[in-house]
Each structure stands twice: as C-alpha cells, then as structure tokens.
C-alpha cells in the first residue's frame, strides 16, 4: 500500500490502523468512513507518529483521539 497516495482507502486504512494501535475502547465511535482525503495530510501525521512511537502515556492517547475526533467530517 502506497501512503503517498491520498485516497480514500489509504485514509480508512490508516485510521484503522491507530485505532488497533491504540487499542481505543471506543474504536466503534470512530468509523473509518467518517474522515475525509481532505484530511490526509494531518491524518498521515498522526498515523506516522502512532506507528513510530512504541508506547504512549494516557494524556497521550487522551490528545491523539482528540485530533483525530477533529479531523471527522
């Protein structure tokens, strides 16, 4: 999968992935489909500092939600 590309199933994609990552208990709030290519460039910037970063402190999961629940249209 090419990430450079901003398309809809690579958005999709990578919000599925922070959502695995993350373990986020409500994963089921955040559909996938609710984010926009519009998005892509911020939401390729979470998912890069998700996939990179080997753990994440409470308030750290806390702020990463809460961009991405901003990031939903």
Do not use: C, H
């Not at 958005?11 to 992935?17: K, L, N, Q, R």
């Amino acid at each position: 999968m090419n990430l450079n590309e901003q398309t809809q199933q690579n958005v999709e994609f990578m919000i599925e992935a922070i959502k695995d990552r993350l373990k986020m208990a409500t994963a089921a709030a955040m559909q996938a489909s609710a984010f926009s290519v519009d998005q892509y460039e911020d939401i390729k910037d979470i998912y890069d500092v998700v996939m990179n970063k080997p753990a994440f402190s409470i308030s750290e999961m806390e702020a990463l939600v809460s961009e991405l629940g901003k990031l939903r249209r």
